[in-house]
């Protein structure tokens, strides 16, 4: 099984251009989570989906949007980038509160 | 509202030496504890996780973490270090039983730093 993946790895914006990061998890969870990790703050969640169709803001929504069209996928989608939401992005997901999986990250940058 | 913190920020220590670090959490209603482990460049990987029933919980490459209702802590131990344990840990907490969205809130996590 692959978990959870994350696409891209890495990615260089320039200030204003939009993008969108995709996870999928093939565990056919229901709950799937986006957080950003940034030095000194730890891990602040920015959306939430607990089933397929629905989305949920987080700690730290502003600036993304979400979609969780199909079950097994979860995007986050930045409109028009700005250098703050340079970070890496984590995409989990679970089965129940007992823990998450993790992906391996998306590290982005935007200039 | 749950909430985490982790007052050490690095943690240097010598290889083979016992490590503690420390995750007080706040919440009103009944909580689970977790410990996440990050490698460099890598994501996150659980290394133990409390539930309910016994208060010591092991997990694994030898780590073990104790829950203390009384004190909110839920602080993570090794009797002995190696220099593959250099890593960022992460204390995290979700709402208990009966949690509608188990949202993990997370802590700021802790450097461990392990020296030859």
């Known amino acids: ?111 | 509202a749950q909430s985490v913190t982790q007052l050490d920020s690095q943690v240097p220590v010598f290889e083979e030496a016992p490590v503690e670090l420390r995750c007080n959490y706040s919440s009103s209603v009944s909580v689970y504890l977790f410990w996440y482990v990050q490698y460099p460049n890598q994501g996150l990987q659980l290394l133990l996780k409390y539930l309910s029933g016994s208060t010591l919980v092991k997990g694994i490459n030898g780590f073990e973490a104790e829950f203390n209702k009384s004190q909110t802590s839920f602080h993570l131990r090794k009797p002995s270090v190696h220099i593959s344990d250099t890593a960022e840990y992460f204390c995290a907490v979700s709402e208990g039983y009966g949690g509608a969205t188990n949202k993990l809130i997370f802590g700021t996590g802790t450097l461990l730093a392990v020296q030859p």
């Open chain 1, 1 to 111: 099984n692959a978990g959870v993946t994350q696409t891209p790895k890495f990615r260089v914006l320039k200030t204003g251009q939009s993008m969108t990061l995709l996870c999928a998890q093939d565990m056919n969870h229901e709950y799937m989570y986006w957080y950003r990790q940034d030095p000194g703050m730890g891990l602040r969640l920015i959306h939430y989906s607990v089933g397929e169709g629905t989305t949920a803001k987080g700690e730290v929504p502003d600036g993304y949007n979400v979609s969780r069209l199909k079950k097994q996928n979860f995007l986050l989608g930045l409109e028009s980038a700005a250098p703050s939401q340079t970070s890496v992005y984590f995409c989990a997901s679970s089965r129940d509160n007992h823990g998450y999986t993790f992906g391996s990250g998306t590290r982005l940058t935007v200039v």
